[in-house]
């Protein structure tokens, strides 16, 4: 059984660009795909952890958040194209009416 | 042990309650609803005065409220009369009962049921709240026919009836208080009646709130005898007198203190000086209220306290002063006023101070029998006055001025003949009730221990006023030209039966009602004065024979028979004077009023005490109030509730701030969070 450490050291790093990109990012859009990131780090701590252990629930976990990842795009970026029509911009600095 | 009718002794107040409650439905399910409905029409909008509504339809319901609110006063006094008579067939020591009806307060070794007690003072007691009562409640069904509240008004009177008959029935001070207080409720839902006019609404508040100044008294006096005696119960407490007297418990000043304090309830129930101002208001409400509770009952049970703590008044030389001088000058400075009043009402209700001050006075010489007595034949002979001035100012369409009336003798001969009488027993005249009970106080004022030369020469020359002004009222009202609006005069008419058979039955009263008690020196025979021996007796017996006869035995009877004819030539004398001024040289008294017009006005005003009172006290309070309200209630209590939701809000205001709409601070705050966590649980 292989060690998960650089595994989980890639995950790590993954992940902390995924936050930094959601939470220093303006852009809707960068924003999903930052998310998607944070996603896609889980998943390699979840198949390395898997493979160490001989366990087959972290791989089939994966699958399981790719799914739930690829419908989250999609109503995502559904809902950035509704904004976009309406407001015409997705910088998120100035979809603030929610406030107060 | 079988005491047949006494058994039933509840009843008494039974009986007007049940009359309330069924005169309170109908107020309640009938009356108020029509009354509405004709409000929200608003087809008829005519004014409120004293009896005179406009017509309506009789409603149904009015004949059976007329039926019910006399009828069940009647029976009460049917069973008082049974009742007396039971007990007055038992021998003299043994004429007392007690009922309890079920135990009210208890609490370690104090006990006040709620329990009557029917003896020889609470017989005389029922026997006019009832008897006389009863004749006002059939007076009142023709005098209010026009009303429109009519179930409401016998409601207010039923109530009264009750509250006064557990007052004078009660065994303890703290029934008594009951009765006290519903008296005092009564009073103001009565004087009230017409609420819409201003006046007699104030009248209402005036009158409910100096009451309770005296019932502040009253309640004072009575923790006083808790504390003192540790019971509130008469027998208990005046059997205790001799025991703690005795002992060292009850000192004289601790007697004085109780006496007095009882006293200013008695001062504000009965209006005496300094709290009798609100009985001349009081007039506002209907007459037939004013005959009942404000001359023949309620102000009279404040002479019934004193006399049935009798034996705690005779410990005490100062209370018993107190009273005796504090009943001479209201009965001489209220007829001073009555003198100059022109109302005919006002003249009446001065009337009645300056007789409930002859009554105190008798209390405070110590001839409680007289002053019952008094209070008695007053009942009967100022009842049937109030009840006459109601058929006058009934037949001139509610006019109460008597300087706009004259020479009704011709158009009201019941009404005159009755009122006639009882101003000749009001006046003293030998042989009728007043004569009897007014001399027997005149008399014991000068002879008794507690009785002085001044106290009598107040309360003659009081009489002698006493008869001038009710004979002015008599000489204005029914002789001479008539001084009538025209308007008024077309409608003048004899009072319908209902009100005058009253009339004549309490002017039968008015005559006879004295022959009970006629004394020895007239070869008569002292009935009621033998028949409250056994309530006095106990005072008498501690040493202070003052209830008795006693005091005759060292005065000789010459002297007695010329204080007598002394009294009648004064009374005869301020007949003379009134017939003078008012009958013979009718415009002298506007002459003598024009002579000294500072005096006359100054009476008129009634010695401007309203306005002193008003002066020192109710402006006073007012404005206290006023800095209270502004200073106390708005800045300060209120400050707190508005600075608490102020503070609230604030913050409120500071913490919505971090919603501000923008994603990335959610973001960064869900990191923050996460990270806290995660570092809480590693850390742990």
Known sequence: MMEPTAYLLLSGILFGIGVAGVVARKNALIILMSVEIMLNAVNVAFIAVGSHLGDPTGSIFAFMVMTVAAAEAAVGLAILIAIYRLKETIDITELSVLKW | ?684
């Open chain 2, 1 to 684: 042990m079988v005491t047949g009718i006494l058994d039933y002794i509840w009843l008494v107040p039974a009986l007007p309650l049940l009359g309330v409650l069924l005169n309170g439905a109908i107020a309640l399910f009938c009356e108020r609803p029509l009354l509405l409905a004709e409000a929200a029409h608003g087809d008829e909008g005519h004014g409120h005065g004293d009896a005179h509504g406009g017509h309506h339809a009789p409603a149904p319901y009015r004949k059976l409220v007329a039926f019910i609110g006399p009828a069940v006063v009647g029976a009460a006094f049917v069973v008082s009369v049974l009742a007396v008579l039971a007990l007055a067939a038992r021998p003299a020591h043994d004429r007392f009962f007690v009922q309890v009806l079920f135990p009210w307060i208890q609490a370690g070794g104090f006990s006040a049921p709620a329990a009557l007690q029917l003896d020889p003072l609470s017989s005389v007691m029922i026997l006019v709240v009832t008897g006389v009562g009863f004749l006002i409640h059939v007076y009142s069904a023709g005098y209010m026919s026009h009303e429109k509240a009519f179930a409401r008004y016998f409601v207010y009177l039923n109530l009264f009836t009750f509250a006064m008959l557990t007052l004078v029935l009660g065994s303890n001070y703290l029934v008594m208080f009951v009765g006290w207080e519903g008296v005092g409720l009564c009073s103001y839902l009565l004087i009230g009646y017409w609420y819409e006019k201003k006046s007699a609404s104030d009248a209402g508040k005036k009158a409910f709130i100096v009451n309770r100044i005296g019932d502040f008294g009253f309640m004072l006096g009575v923790f006083l005898i808790f504390w003192t005696f540790g019971t509130v119960n008469y027998t208990e407490v005046f059997a205790k007198v001799p025991l703690l007297s005795a002992n060292g418990v009850l000192t004289t000043e601790i007697a004085t203190a109780i006496t007095l304090l009882l006293f200013v309830g008695a001062i504000g129930k009965s209006a005496q000086i300094p709290l009798y101002v609100w009985l001349p208001d009081a007039m506002e409400g209907p007459t037939p209220v004013s005959a009942l509770i404000h001359a023949a009952t309620m102000v009279t049970a404040g002479v019934y306290m004193v006399a049935r703590s009798s034996s705690l008044f005779l410990l005490s030389p100062v209370s018993m002063g107190v009273v005796a001088t504090v009943g001479a000058a209201t009965a001489i400075f209220s007829a001073t006023i009555g003198i100059t009043q022109n109302d005919i009402k006002r003249v009446l209700a001065y009337s009645t101070v300056s007789q409930l001050g002859y009554m105190f006075l008798a209390c405070g010489v110590g001839a409680f029998t007289a002053g019952i007595f008094h209070l008695m034949t007053h009942a009967f002979f100022k009842a049937l006055l109030f009840l006459g001035s109601g058929s006058v100012i009934h037949a001139l369409s509610g006019e109460q001025d008597m300087r706009k009336m004259g020479s009704l003798k011709k158009h009201l001969p019941i009404t005159f003949t009755t009122m006639f009488i009882a101003t000749l027993a009001i006046a003293g005249i030998p042989g009728l009730s007043g004569f009897f009970s007014k001399d027997e106080i005149l008399w014991k004022a000068f002879s008794s221990e507690h009785g002085h030369i001044a106290l009598w020469a107040v309360a003659a020359l009081a009489a002698g006023i006493t008869a001038f002004y009710m004979f002015r009222l008599v000489f204005l009202t029914f002789f001479g030209e008539s001084r009538m609006e025209p308007e008024v005069e077309k409608h003048v008419h004899e009072s319908p039966y209902s009100m005058t058979v009253p009339l004549m039955l309490l002017a039968v009263l008015s005559v006879v009602g004295g022959w009970i008690g006629i004394p020895e020196v007239l070869k008569g025979h002292n009935y009621f004065e033998e028949w409250l021996a056994p309530v006095f007796a106990q005072g008498a017996a501690g040493g202070h024979g003052a209830a008795g006869a006693h005091g005759a035995a060292h005065h000789p009877v010459a002297l007695e028979l010329g204080l007598m004819a002394g009294s009648v030539a004064v009374a005869l004398c301020g007949i003379g004077l009134a017939y003078y001024l008012y009958r013979v040289r009718t415009n002298k008294p506007k002459e003598i009023a024009e002579a000294v017009p500072g005096l006359y006005d100054v009476v008129l005003n009634k010695y401007y005490v309203d306005e002193i009172y008003d002066f020192l006290f109710v402006r006073r309070i007012v404005n206290g109030s006023i800095v209270l309200w502004q200073a106390f209630d708005a800045a300060f209590i209120d400050g707190i509730v508005n600075g608490i939701a102020a503070a609230v809000r604030g913050a409120g205001d500071g913490v919505r701030r971090l919603q501000t709409g923008v994603v990335g601070n959610y973001a960064f705050s869900l990191l923050l969070g996460a990270v806290l966590l995660v570092g809480y649980i590693l850390t742990r």
